[in-house]
């Protein structure tokens, strides 16, 4: 089996983000591996899709409560990781979802390899979600795992 030093785990509050962890977890447990648990607020997706000219418009405070939203999220997992004793850390970031989780993270923090689920909450978040499942398998230099 590969030796995997750091793996990256892309979260977005679905059961299958979850599912992922858990998968995360046992893998670094096994390998004796940290986790980098991320999500990102792809807050330029949102509001494209708000506005019906194709202008990036978005209300001032409507940024930080989906930051706020986010690291709330992000507690539960936190909790999982905490509770398994297995050493990580937790980013909540803003940009491109697609790019920070293939490319951008994996790159900068060195991940050995990105365990993702395969996706998120709502039909639409389904779409983007697969399609983000999608590019980072495709575009990832490291291994990619993706938890149905």
Known sequence: MERYHKILVGI??????MDALHRAIDLGQALNASLLLVTVVD?????????????Y???PNMREDLMAHAKETMKNYVS????????????????DR????????P????VDAIVI??????????VFIGSTASY??????????IVK
């Open 12 to 17: 977005d509050g679905s059961e299958q983000s």
């Open 43 to 55: 807050d330029r997706a949102l509001a494209m899709a708000m506005s019906n000219t194709g202008n």
């Open 57 to 59: 418009v978005m209300a």
């Open 80 to 95: 999982e990781a905490t509770k398994a004793g297995i050493d990580f850390e937790d980013k909540v970031l803003v940009g």
């Open 98 to 105: 697609k790019l920070e989780l293939a490319e951008n993270i």
């Open 107 to 110: 790159d900068k923090e060195n």
């Open 117 to 126: 689920g395969a996706t998120g909450l709502t039909r639409m978040e389904r």
């Open 136 to 145: 980072i398998m495709n575009n990832a230099k490291c291994d990619v795992i």
